[in-house]
């Protein structure tokens, strides 16, 4: 689709609050596609999206196979400063997971 | 090949196999499954907005369907590509506990749930993929109470193939 498999994530302080955005690269298969073979992908789709920011969990994300292949999210934190640490941690139903961090600017 | 080196084989492997879970666990690389137990599989695997939201927020009736809102044009209410429809959720409400976004005709309503912490606020946005022209519902729960919003979205490419 375009995109480079590759999680994206930023956070920046707006207006005193810390706005988060993430780009995770993950397929998403449903388990209802079928491939050029005729044959039914697996489904294989993130359950649990974590987000700390320094050592505090602040957000959960349960996700179901409707969420959209690589999943963008985006959302605010109250306050926050500078060099803030935010944290996502993620596990699909396979059992693979993922972790992506950046700092707040 | 004789009967007993067959069996010496199958405990060597077996002991092998016995060997290398016992290293994932002790790596930590069993903490995926500690963290799955915590997914609300009726919720997800329901196929009605009712059983879904009673699976996950133990209640279906809706106080109000004022205070909380899409924004503008997310979700549209036209989308060309089902696979990746935009949405975007803003409220008033305090003490947000649990947030839902549904699709009414998904096979499996439920698109995802996240729980909000006094450290994180709304406006929340997120893509979803719709199968046909569909409501696309966001619930809240805040102290108690069931908000609901609803916006009619048409598809032109189902997105759940």
């Keep these: ?15 005193g609050n810390t706005s988060v955005r993430l780009l995770l690269a993950h397929p998403m298969h449903t388990g209802r596609a079928k491939n050029k073979a005729d044959e039914l992908i697996p489904a294989e789709f993130i359950q649990d999206i974590r987000c700390w920011r320094n050592e505090e969990e602040v957000l959960t994300i349960k996700c179901g196979t409707a969420t959209a292949r690589n999943p963008y999210f985006s959302f605010q934190l109250v306050g926050g400063k500078a060099d803030d640490l ?5 596990v699909d139903n396979v059992g693979a997971k993922g972790l992506a961090e950046t700092r707040v600017k | 090949m004789s009967k007993t080196d067959q069996q010496r084989r199958a405990i060597l492997k077996g002991a092998i196999s016995a060997s290398t879970l016992a290293m994932v666990a002790a790596s930590g690389l069993i903490l995926p499954q500690r963290l799955l137990a915590h997914w609300p599989t009726n919720a997800f695997n329901a196929e009605t907005v009712e059983d879904a939201l009673l699976a996950l927020v133990g ?25 990746s429809v935009p949405v975007a959720i803003e409220s008033n409400l305090e003490n947000i506990e649990r947030v839902a976004i549904l699709v009414e005709k998904n096979p499996f309503p ?14 929340f946005k997120s893509r979803i993929k719709i199968r046909e022209d569909s409501n696309v519902i966001a619930i809240i729960r805040a102290e108690g109470k069931l908000y609901k919003t609803s916006h009619f979205v048409e598809v032109d490419i189902g997105g759940c193939g």
């Design chain 2, 110 to 123: 439920l698109v995802m749930s996240f729980d909000l912490t006094p450290a994180s606020i709304l406006p």
């Design chain 1, 86 to 90: 935010i944290e996502f941690r993620w």
């Design chain 2, 59 to 83: 209640q279906a009736e809706v106080a109000s369907d004022k205070a909380l809102n899409f924004k503008v044009g997310s979700p549209p209410s036209y989308a060309v590509n089902g696979a």
């Design chain 1, 1 to 15: 689709m375009g995109l480079v498999a590759k999680d994206r994530i930023r956070a920046k302080l707006k207006k």
